[in-house]
Every structure is written in structure tokens, then in C-alpha cells.
């Protein structure tokens, strides 16, 4: 949660002129900042203390459409307002926009002032919460992927997003002289958002021509999603105002590498690494392999919240370096579990399983859930899978469709019981309102395969 702004430092940089307008924000279902832009000088009168939006900021899709189904919000309960409450630890200037602050918010019931439980803050801080009730922290760290293309967005939009070029023409992973390239756009990135309070780690190419990775430092769980989401926010400006495009698409094209955000989770208690045990094998404590059993357990379970769309189901395929299999193993990439830093005090596991296009809230929430369920079972956890993976035909798969991904959301008795099971039903309603909007779709392919030949 900590921003780089105290409230009267906002008030001090108010009066000498050097911020005018402040940003309050909450995250919607798909991880976007949503919000209204605030004159400073009412920020600090009164909006500080709430504001309000329309409450189908929680049961809208990618396109902003108003889809029916949803219990929480309707035509027919008129579409009434939330409470945003800002919460001032997050605020922080934004120096790539000039004399700008942003603050994140929770959002309330506009009549009660209790948290709405589907909103994605709240629900990583009820499993964060969860987990301080068993004595343990989170510490988390997301990796994001994504392209860069020449062309603004409104260029390409107006193109139908046909004849997409990358910003780059060549596999760039680790190059250092191809990723110069791309230095207009990366080296902004990188210290806006340092100065931001985001504490990048540093920027990397990617297995794929004009493929980026940002690689921001673990945190504590909810610090860490809130970077996550600040920082792709800035990306897609920061491209926007350099006249290029980022997507976080998963999968932009059928033989491209696609875009994953590996998320890295560690337990800790009374500032030590619980998942750490020099005397057993791996160094990997009980706690770790009942908390990394849960979450084998219950992946398909949650699969949903790591990837919520039709397009995020392109990208598991074999020899692609996206998982397929629901197993754990040591430093190995074909895997959806990696174990990393095994025998040392910074040993964590790493999922592999979400896309680009996760919200970090739900992806984080529904891994801590799985693994708390573990630690409350006890469950045992099996050797970790040796060599490729994808060649593994005795172990589980992950769900490789939206479809499939909805109906093990729909009756997971693990996450009614972590979440509710009200907002496991509004979740499960986003994920059936994305597969009937594609299945209402004709496609490009479907045009070229049949114009004629059908």
C-alpha cells in the first residue's frame, strides 16, 4: 500500500503549484484503474475522505457493455453508486503525466459503507487477512509480459488492428542491442515509475520480437498487486504518449510466443521465511509443501482467475514455455510450479499459469485461498516432476478452454468457502458473459476457411 506522498506533502506541493490534479481510483474486474480526476484543491476539502461511481464499474467487460445476470447490480435495480473510499498509504505522485497524484480506493456499499466483496482490493485483503489469522504474511512478486507495436492506439484501432508491426524485428530475449530499441519507451517506463514509488527491479527483452518483460521487487501481497496494476497502467500511457501501443493481450497471433505474468509467492512468519527448512529436502519447510500442495489441488479450481478470457487459453500450448500440466518441479520451466531458490532463505514458488491479461488481485487471492486450504488439510505433497512436462500424460491438466475454466470455478466448494459464494457466482457470470460474446462472434478464420469452400 505505501505510496511516495504523505497527505501534507500534497497539501505543500497544492500551495507552491506543483500538483493540480489528483487521480482516485479503484480496480475493476479486469485490473484497470477507474475513477474521476479530481482538482487538487477538492481533493483536499473533501474528496479525500470519499467519492462516489456507478456500480456497474464491477459488472462490466473489457468493452465497458452492461451484461445481464449479474445479482449485484441491473437495469433493474437501476444502477445505483458505490462509495470510493481513497486509501491515503497509496498515494503517489505520477510524474509521467506532470502536476498529477493518484490515490487507489476501496469501494463501499453506498448505503452500509461495508466493503463489497466482489470488488478485487477486498478480496485479496480477506485471503491476506485469512492468512495473518494463521500467522503468516504473503510475499509476492508478479512478472509483466507484453508487445510493443508501431502505431498509436487510435491508429491502430482505426486499422482494424490488421497489419500489426511489432516495435521490434527480431527475437529480442535478454538482447541487450535489440532492446536499445526500444530504450524511448523502456527507460521513461522505468524511472517514472521508480519515481512513482514502484520499486522496478529493471526491463528485459522477450522470446519474441518486440516482447517486453517489466520485473518489479517482491512485496507484501496487496503492495505487490497494486504495483502490478499502477505499473501496467503506466505502460500503456507511457507507449501511448511516445506514439506506440502495448498489449497485454496473452496471444496476438497464432505463431507468436505469447505473454504470461508469473506470479512468485512466499509465506513468512515474524519476519522469517516459513517456507524455508535447511534440513529437509530443497530446503522446502512442511508448511511450504502442505501451502504448494494446495495449490496443485485446487488449479483448476482457480485456473479462471489466471486466465479470464477466451484469447488467455491460446497461449498454453507445448514447447511454448506456457504450462499445460498441473505439476511442481525444481527450476523447471514446463511446468506450471517452478520451485525457485530451493536450499536458500529466498525459496518461493512460482506459478506459471497466468497470463498478461490476469488481474493481479483475483490471480493472488485465488493462489493464497489454495494454498491456505492445504496448509488447513494437511495435504501431502508428491515428488516434483522431472524432465519435459508437456510429455507427462499421467498428470492433470490445467482447464484449456473459458468453457472448462468456468465450470470448475462454478462448483469449487474451495473458493465458495474463501470467497463466497455470491461473488464466486458474479465471477462465474463474467466468465460465461465472455464465452457467449465469442460464441456470438464470426471470425476472421471462419471467413477465410468457408467464404468458399463451405
Known amino acids: 500500500m505505501p505510496g511516495n506522498l504523505t497527505f501534507d506533502a500534497l497539501k505543500e506541493k497544492a500551495a507552491n503549484g506543483e500538483i493540480d490534479t489528483v487521480m482516485a481510483a479503484m480496480v475493476d474486474m479486469q485490473g484497470r484503474l477507474m475513477g474521476k480526476r479530481f482538482h487538487v484543491s477538492n481533493f483536499l476539502d473533501h474528496a479525500h475522505e470519499e467519492t462516489h ?6 459488472a462490466t467487460d473489457l468493452v465497458m457493455s452492461t451484461p445481464e445476470g449479474y445479482a449485484a447490480t441491473s437495469w433493474q435495480s437501476g444502477y445505483g453508486d458505490y462509495t470510493l473510499r481513497p486509501d491515503l498509504s497509496t498515494l503517489r505522485s505520477v510524474p509521467w503525466l506532470g502536476g498529477t497524484a493518484l490515490v487507489l480506493g476501496d469501494v463501499l456499499d453506498h448505503h452500509t459503507h ?13 485471503q491476506v487477512a485469512r492468512l495473518a489469522d494463521l500467522g503468516f504474511d504473503a510475499v509476492m512478486a508478479t512478472e509483466l509480459e507484453f508487445f510493443l507495436f508501431q502505431g498509436d492506439y487510435r491508429t491502430l484501432q482505426k486499422d482494424g488492428y490488421r497489419n500489426l508491426v511489432p ?11 535489440q532492446t536499445t530499441k526500444e530504450e524511448a519507451v523502456m527507460r521513461p517506463l522505468r524511472n517514472h515509475l521508480v519515481a512513482a ?11 519474441e520480437m518486440g516482447q517486453q518483460e517489466l520485473n518489479i521487487r517482491y512485496a507484501p501481497a496487496l503492495d505487490c498487486a497494486d504495483h502490478h496494476t499502477i505499473a501496467k497502467h503506466a505502460t500503456k500511457e507511457i507507449a501511448w504518449m511516445n506514439g506506440c501501443s502495448a498489449t497485454f493481450l496473452p496471444k496476438w497471433a497464432r505463431d507468436k510466443v505469447g505473454s504470461s505474468s508469473h506470479v512468485h509467492l512466499s509465506l513468512w512468519r515474524d519476519g522469517n521465511p516459513a517456507f524455508h527448512d535447511e534440513d529437509v529436502e530443497f530446503g522446502m519447510s512442511a508448511t511450504m509443501r502442505h501451502f504448494v500442495a494446495g495449490l496443485l489441488a485446487y488449479a483448476r479450481d482457480y485456473t479462471f482467475f489466471l486466465a479470464p478470457y477466451v484469447n488467455s487459453y491460446k497461449r498454453f ?59 488447513e488439510e494437511g495435504l501431502s505433497l508428491d515428488p516434483p516432476h522431472k524432465g519435459d512436462a508437456y510429455a507427462g500424460n499421467e498428470v492433470e491438466e490445467i482447464p484449456r478452454t473459458l468453457r472448462d475454466a468456468i465450470e470448475t470455478l462454478k462448483h469449487s466448494t474451495m473458493l465458495r468457502d474463501a470467497f463466497g459464494g455470491a461473488v464466486v457466482d458474479h465471477y462465474v457470470r463474467c466468465g460465461q458473459w465472455e464465452q457467449e460474446e465469442f460464441d456470438r462472434a464470426v471470425t476472421d ?10
Open 53 to 58: 461511481c456507478c456500480n456497474y464499474l464491477l
Open 114 to 126: 461495508a466493503p463489497v466483496p466482489h470488488a478485487p482490493r477486498e478480496m485479496l485483503k480477506r
Open 167 to 177: 516495435f521490434n524485428g527480431f527475437n529480442e530475449d535478454y538482447n541487450l542491442f
Open 197 to 207: 514509488g514502484i520499486p522496478v527491479e529493471g526491463t528485459k527483452g522477450e522470446a
Open 317 to 375: 500450448a507445448p514447447g511454448t514455455f506456457a504450462p499445460t500440466k498441473a505439476v511442481w518441479s525444481v527450476d523447471n520451466r514446463t511446468a506450471a510450479f517452478r520451485l525457485c531458490g530451493d536450499g536458500t532463505k529466498g525459496i518461493r514458488i512460482e506459478c506459471r499459469i497466468g497470463g498478461s491479461d490476469m488481474n493481479p488481485y483475483l490471480a493472488q487471492a485465488a493462489l493464497i485461498a489454495a494454498g491456505i486450504r492445504g496448509i
Open 445 to 454: 478464420w471462419e471467413l477465410k476457411r468457408g467464404f468458399e469452400g463451405a
